[in-house]
């Protein structure tokens, strides 16, 4: 005799297995991108003030309490700037490698500060991948954070470093935070077939642009 009430049981009890293994997971390539552990996994052009206040030009210290005004944007802590005053300098302000593969799309975000004391020229970053920028930010004038963001696909598969490079200038302004960078993706997304064009090309599908990327070996 056959126990309809248990066969129905074991066909939902499999079915909701199957679905539950199935559901996606948002993989963050980025390492500390809240900065919670301090001073690392991540490299920079500018001098690192260590948890101190970065009073100086081309100066940086992660911090958990306010700098200038400016607070957190999540979690307890965040990357306090002191931006450069050499012209045409455009030093990298934060650098850190991702490992990517060609055809899965990728979400980058990031939230950038502005300060109330001085608070012009403020700061100004464009974010790039292995020097192909993806987006330009600009921090708000005022002590709060402002939230950027962008879509790409991959068309190459190798590390390459996402930078910030600092495009302001300025002795009084140009002091902004950095918190909550993440760039992440789906982990059941397929790659889609992309023919690869010599070189590689990198599809910026967020912004509509496109650039060559190469694999760079760089020294921390």
């Not at 005004?69 to 450069?84: E, H, P, T």
């Not at 920028?133 to 598969?157: D, I, M, Y």
């Not at 059941?188 to 650039?211: I, K």
């Amino acid at each position: 005799m056959v126990d309809f009430k248990r066969t129905k049981f074991a066909a939902a009890a499999a079915f909701f297995t199957l679905a539950t293994s199935a559901q996606a997971a948002t993989i963050d390539l980025i390492t500390n991108g809240g900065f919670e552990s301090g001073s690392t996994g991540f490299s920079t052009d500018f001098a690192n003030a260590n948890g101190g206040f970065p009073g100086g030009p081309a100066t940086l210290s992660v911090v958990t309490v306010d700098f200038l005004g400016l607070s957190v944007n999540s979690g307890n802590a965040f990357l306090a700037v002191n931006g450069g005053n050499t012209p045409n300098a455009f030093p990298t302000v934060w650098e850190q490698d991702v490992a990517i593969v060609s055809g899965i799309s990728y979400t980058l975000s990031l939230a950038l500060g502005g300060t109330s004391a001085a608070p012009t020229p403020v700061g100004q970053l464009s974010v790039q991948l292995d020097g192909v920028e993806l987006l330009n930010a600009s921090a708000p004038a005022g002590a709060s954070f402002l939230t950027f963001g962008t879509t790409f696909t991959a068309t190459q598969t190798g590390t390459f470093a996402l930078s910030f490079v600092e495009q302001s200038v300025g002795f009084g302004g140009n002091d902004y935070g950095l918190d909550d960078i993440s760039l992440t993706y789906d982990d059941q997304q397929t790659p889609s077939q992309v023919p690869l064009p010599a070189g590689g090309l990198l599809l910026l599908s967020g912004l509509g642009l496109g650039g060559l990327l190469h694999r760079r070996r760089r020294t921390h």
